[in-house]
């Protein structure tokens, strides 16, 4: 099971769940825990989801504790690098943010202790949640795709289930680049990942070595993830990213923004994750 | 019959010298297996971030010190049954066991270097003392056992 890190009351809790519904977990020290599950803000009791707060399990410092040494393998030095920027990702893939004291060291953060809150992301695998938008991405070829939409809304879902399709298409190499490793199960003929790297490094080494024909990557940020992925469209690779925003607009407004993309693809900020809101060409009219 | 008891005495009490002098033969296994492991999680930190479970089961060495940490990375609980560390140096143990894995590499490293100093100490005492006493031990109850023999006969 994805969520076997969890301590044994949690995992009660979540049995009488279905858990493809469950998108979130939300654990903070001497709090109730969240769930978002079925697109609801729940609270995790024994018995499963409950919208009474009294019935909540509430998250001791040793719950959090229990999962980060578990997630950890008891070796906190070997995941230092993960823990410095914020997450760790377990060996399935799940995604787990983390608030605590960081530690600053010449000006830099060296790393973070005394967690007290967690922020468990449940990946889903769901094939066909790239369908709808399928077409824009591809129409004898790739075009240069950007997803947009607030965080938790399913954007690395649909690019997991778009590599998964173009890899079926068999029409080029795929490079995907994993920075949290949310990718590590999708695999495929075409598809060399590269794992915890940052963008800058992944574009230069990986466009040099792998040669890739299409680049997947998750969430362009930083002004170096902007520059390297004009760089790489320039190049003449295709790309295929996401990023945080609620619509076209916030895109454009952004600092770093580069017109690159030949499609972009807005995500509803509301209900069912995935669900497409508006979809738009390189002049940002709706198609 | 007295000489059967003679006997039986004698090889008994070199048998109670060899057990006493193990005490010492433990210790030295001991530590330098301690030494060893720390050594190593030194290296593995360094380069290849190796976790404390992969280490452990890389090295799979026979003794106390390996199957005691073993114990501990899987449940959590310090239990070591042997009686032959002082009870500050279970301690000790006990703290080492806990700090590690708990830190970034560099505080890690920082500790474990200055266990390293620590241990090669011990291990130098433990070699000194075992080189003193094993011998001794039996030795001694060899030669008691010769003497309650003699006076049985």
């Known amino acids: 099971m994805k969520l076997d890190f969890l301590p044994k009351k949690y995992k009660l809790g979540l049995e009488s769940l279905d858990v493809s519904y469950l998108y979130e977990i939300r654990m903070r020290t001497s709090y109730p825990v969240l769930i978002r599950y079925k697109n609801e803000q729940l609270y995790l009791s024994n018995s499963g989801a409950t919208i009474l707060k009294c019935n909540a399990i509430i998250c001791k410092k040793s719950d959090i504790d229990e999962i980060i040494a578990l997630v950890t393998k008891s070796s906190l030095y070997a995941y230092n690098d993960r823990i410095k920027e914020g997450y760790l990702t377990t060996d399935e893939g799940v995604r787990i943010g983390l608030a605590g004291e960081c530690v600053c060291a010449n000006g830099n953060i060296h790393t973070i202790k005394n967690f007290t809150s967690l922020n468990i992301r449940v990946p889903h695998e769901i094939f066909g949640a790239a369908n709808d938008i399928f077409c824009f991405v591809y129409n004898k070829k790739i075009k240069n795709t950007l997803i947009i939409s607030p965080p938790a809304r399913g954007k690395t879902t649909i690019l997991k289930d778009l590599a998964r399709k173009i890899d079926d298409l068999n029409i080029g190499s795929i490079m995907v680049i994993d920075e949290r490793a949310e990718f590590q199960i999708v695999k495929g003929a075409n598809i060399d990942t590269i794992m915890y790297s940052d963008k800058l490094y992944a574009f230069e080494y990986g466009l040099r070595s792998l040669s890739p024909n299409i680049v997947i990557t998750d969430e362009l940020s930083s002004e170096d993830d902007w520059i390297c992925a004009e760089r790489a469209v320039i190049s003449g690779v295709k790309l295929i990213a996401s990023c945080h925003g609620a619509s076209i607009d916030d895109i454009r407004a952004k600092e770093y923004f580069q017109n690159i993309f030949d499609v972009y693809v807005v995500l509803d900020d509301d209900g069912v994750p995935g669900r497409i809101k508006g979809v738009y060409n390189r002049e940002f009219i709706s198609i | ?153």
């Open chain 2, 1 to 153: 019959m007295r000489i059967f008891i003679g006997v039986l005495a004698l090889l008994l009490c070199t048998i109670i010298g060899y057990k006493k002098a193990s005490k010492y033969v433990n210790r030295k296994k001991f530590y330098n297996d301690f030494a060893e492991f720390n050594t190593k999680l030194i290296q593995e930190i360094s380069f290849l971030q190796t976790t404390l479970i992969e280490l452990t089961e890389e090295m799979d060495l026979p003794g106390d010190f390996f199957e005691s940490l073993s114990i501990y990375i899987k449940t959590k609980n310090f239990h070591f049954e042997k009686t032959y560390l002082r009870r500050e140096e279970l301690n000790d143990l006990n703290k080492y066991f806990k700090i590690i894995g708990s830190g970034d590499k560099d505080t890690q490293i920082e500790y474990l270097n200055a266990v390293s100093a620590q241990l090669s100490n011990k291990c130098v005492i433990c070699e000194e003392e075992e080189k003193k006493y094993r011998s001794l031990y039996v030795k001694l109850g060899f030669l008691i056992g010769l003497i309650a023999l003699i006076i049985l006969l």
